[in-house]
């Protein structure tokens, strides 16, 4: 998204909400926030994002492919700043399909803090006031599942790069799942060229996609390990994010896990801590994980990757090995040359756990 231009309504194509519906909210901003708020938010790509401008006394929340009114916001002139009392959704089902107001709130909500403002919803909401019912004022509900990740960094795009991660990841788990278990020399004579069926039909991802999605799906809310933990179980117990409506494949480990988490056990403490108990569990699904941890230091990087891994694989063996994939996929992220990362990471693992006196 682009929030240095001003966004004006002869930008874009824009229709106009045919079927608005009333919803009372109770946002304030400072005068400083209202500049900011009156440039509006230009989207760089055309696809499942917003454009906002501000015209007449008022925002205007646009979906940018088709031009959509979903939402128009009046600001109001207060007494040292401005509010939000009310706004207008649109109930035309053919172009916007919700219809719960609750969402509706969350959404514009989401989109004037993180999107244009680039901080915390409750920052803006009138005296702390959180709408009863609302169960996750920084979610978004009504957009993408995956939607807030790409406002972490104010006016960066990372749109095209988490959608890369999650495809590949579901990509690259279809194509072996048909050959897990199987030896290298097995491979070899019978090398994998396409999706191929195995019990299952072919293109069908494993539960390395399914808690890649589940992980990633909590990150779009605050960073909570229950959140997270609730995820993980509702996909063991009721099939949640998997391919085919039934899950079909799960380690020894991880089930254990799981097993604890739904009985209420906290989760950084949920994996076994064995070395017998090693195994990529954790690994497999930690990609989504390096979208929140970008521009945090390396010491918070270690200890959020240690809490997360650990709600599965708890021995240090697994840990690092999350550690170490995310702090080169990060360098990656930068653009940098594999030989050279692999180079950079020698040193800089090194001393980080020499910091922390792990042998």
Not at 1 to 13: E, P, V
Not at 67 to 96: D, T
Not at 102 to 122: K, M, Q
Request: charge should be neutral.
């Amino acid at each position: 998204m682009n929030i240095a231009t001003l966004a004006s309504r002869l930008r874009q194509k824009t229709v106009p909400i045919d079927n608005p519906k009333r919803i009372e909210i109770a946002l304030t901003f400072t005068d400083n926030q209202f500049a900011k708020l009156s440039k509006g938010l230009i989207p760089l790509q055309m696809e499942d994002k917003w454009f906002i401008f501000y015209e007449n006394d008022a925002l205007y929340c646009h979906r940018s492919w088709t031009g959509f009114g979903i939402y128009q916001a009046p600001l109001i002139k207060e007494m040292g700043g401005y509010s939000i009392k009310e706004f207008w959704a649109e109930r035309n089902q053919e172009k916007y399909k919700n219809e719960d107001d609750n969402t509706d709130i969350e959404t514009i909500s989401f989109l004037i803090a993180r999107g244009l403002l680039g901080i915390d919803v409750r920052q803006i909401y009138a005296n702390q006031h959180i709408p009863a019912g609302t169960d996750s004022i920084t979610g978004l509900k009504g957009w993408s599942n995956f939607g807030s990740l790409l406002f972490t960094h104010p006016g960066v795009d990372y749109t095209d790069k988490i959608k890369s991660v999650l495809f590949g990841v579901a990509v690259g788990n279809a194509l072996g799942v048909p050959v897990e278990f199987k030896n290298r020399p097995t491979i070899r004579k019978n090398p994998v060229t396409d999706m191929i069926g195995y019990n299952l039909p072919p293109g069908t991802f494993s539960d390395d996609s399914s808690l890649t999605f589940c992980l990633a799906e909590a990150l779009t809310k605050e960073f909570d390990l229950n959140t997270i933990g609730e995820n993980f179980v509702k996909w063991y117990h009721h099939n949640y994010w998997t391919p085919r409506g039934k899950v079909f494949d799960i380690g020894i480990t991880t089930r254990r896990a799981i097993d604890r988490l739904a009985k209420g056990k906290r989760p950084d403490l949920a994996g076994d801590v064995e070395v017998s108990s090693n195994g990529n569990g954790s690994l497999m699904r930690i990609s989504p994980l390096l979208f929140y941890l970008l521009d945090k230091p390396i010491e918070e990087r270690f200890e959020i990757t240690k809490q997360v891994s650990s709600m599965t694989h708890g021995h240090i063996r697994s840990v690092m090995a999350c550690f170490y994939y995310l702090e080169f996929a990060r360098q990656l992220f930068a653009e940098r040359d594999k030989f050279e990362i692999y180079k950079n990471l020698q040193t800089e693992i090194t001393n980080h756990l020499t910091s922390l006196s792990i042998n």
